[in-house]
Every structure is written in C-alpha cells, then in structure tokens.
C-alpha cells in the first residue's frame, strides 16, 4: 500500500460521530456539519457518484459511532460518501491501521 493510501477498512472513521455532529440537512445531499469539539461549522455535499450508496445507512447499525456519511461500498469495504468535501480533520488524518501497512 502506498503511503497515504487508504485501506477502505473504514477503521479511522469508526468513531468520528463523536466528532462530527450534523447541524442541519439542507437537502438530500447536502448537510451542514459541525466539529464538536472546536465548533467549526462547514457544508458537505454527498459525492455525485456516492448519492445511491448514501441512501443505505445499515453500516451505523453495525458502527453506532461511526462518521455519518461513512458507507459500506462493498463486503469488508467502506468509503467516504463526502470525499470530495471531507473536513480538513478528515483530509489530514493518517490512520494508524494504514500507516502500519506501509511502514
């Protein structure tokens, strides 16, 4: 694996929904969200291509405190259904579990 590369373990997102609250949804799509812990506030829109994969939320059933836009792609494979606008947290983060794999 590629330093930086994500394993699709959807292991550092597991506990994110004590990170991130959404405030309001202001469509379908889209949500406004906040980082409780400083209180920044940002808008994240569903990736185009992720629309269907987000309406199926049965992933928070077996992760409660997972990121809520956290979905499962595939068996054993998750992706982030907000890519594209992900908070800056989320964008700088490197998951120990994929670190590992490369270092």
């Not at 992933?59 to 982030?80: T, W």
Request: hydrophobic share 35%; proline share 6%; charged share 25%.
């Amino acid at each position: 694996m590629a330093p930086g590369q994500c394993g699709k373990c959807g292991y550092c997102c597991s506990y994110m929904g004590d990170v991130f609250g959404i405030i309001e949804q202001q469509d379908t799509f889209r949500f406004r969200i906040q980082y409780l812990i400083t209180g920044v506030e940002q808008v994240v829109i569903i990736d185009p291509d992720k629309h269907e994969l987000f309406l199926n939320n049965t992933i928070l059933e077996k992760r409660p405190l997972a990121c809520p836009f956290l979905r499962e792609k595939d068996e054993g494979s998750v992706i982030c259904t907000v890519y594209a606008s992900r908070p800056e947290l989320c964008r700088i983060y490197l998951c120990p579990k994929c670190k590992s794999a490369y270092t």
